[in-house]
T-cell receptor, first 113, second 117 residues
Framework: DQQVKQNSPSLSVQEGRISILNCDYTNSMFDYFLWYKKYPAEGPTFLISISSIKDKNEDGRFTVFLNKSAKHLSLHIVPSQPGDSAVYFCAARRGAGSYQLTFGKGTKLSVIP | EAGVAQSPRYKIIEKRQSVAFWCNPI?????LYWYQQILGQGPKLLIQFQNNGVVDDSQLPKDRFSAERLKGVDSTLKIQPAKLEDSAVYLC???????????????FGSGTQLSVL
């Protein structure tokens, strides 16, 4: 049972354009969402997060949007850079006090120079 | 600040052999996790420690996998005997104490890539 779904295995974007990565979840108990970025042969690194009480969080070129009613979140990268090429994982935490993360399968982003 | 250290980086074994992975979390991080990431999948939690106690091992295949965190710092994950389907990257992660400004985030090591032949 995939509680966190990233339905696009891959995405290609031209340098300078916007990258939009999507994530859907099924568990209404999830209250905190994170995006991790992973380069080959490295562990995932934290990118940005959002609490379920917010609908937007921005950090430089990265913005995460949360639509609770649709159980959907998206990560926007503007402008995209070649160094952003990586696998992006959406992760969700279930309730305060539960510090376990459930991950999606990831989306491989390729930014073409 | 030193990150989460894991060793070895790569391990190749034959099925039915045993293998062990080691993790040293970030200093002061009380919570430690082992995740399994199969190719093409997201990381899946195997076990969570708080200091040297197990918080959750519900997804750990206990007939072949074991983990310990003696003294609440380093941790080892063992597989005995290994199966072909255990081929994966084994990621260790740690988290600061509750109340820390970063306590929502997990910090991951680079992982151990296991190939079972």
């Amino acid at each position: 049972d995939q509680q966190v779904k990233q339905n696009s295995p891959s995405l290609s974007v031209q340098e300078g354009r916007i990258s939009i990565l999507n994530c859907d979840y099924t568990n209404s108990m999830f209250d905190y969402f994170l995006w991790y970025k992973k380069y080959p042969a490295e562990g995932p690194t934290f990118l940005i997060s959002i609490s379920s009480i917010k609908d937007k969080n921005e950090d430089g070129r990265f913005t995460v949007f949360l639509n609770k009613s649709a159980k959907h979140l998206s990560l926007h990268i503007v402008p995209s850079q070649p160094g952003d090429s990586a696998v992006y994982f959406c992760a969700a935490r279930r309730g305060a006090g539960s510090y376990q993360l459930t991950f999606g399968k990831g989306t491989k982003l390729s930014v073409i120079p | 600040e030193a990150g989460v250290a894991q060793s070895p980086r790569y391990k190749i074994i034959e099925k039915r052999q045993s293998v062990a992975f080691w993790c040293n979390p970030i200093s002061g991080h009380a919570t430690l996790y082992w995740y399994q990431q199969i190719l093409g999948q997201g990381p899946k939690l195997l076990i969570q420690f708080q200091n040297n106690g197990v918080v959750d091992d519900s997804q750990l295949p206990k007939d072949r996998f074991s983990a310990e965190r003696l003294k609440g710092v380093d941790s080892t994950l063992k597989i005995q005997p290994a199966k072909l389907e255990d081929s994966a990257v084994y990621l260790c992660a740690s988290r600061p104490l509750q109340g820390s400004v970063h306590n929502e985030k997990l910090f991951f090591g680079s992982g151990t890539q296991l190939s079972v032949l």
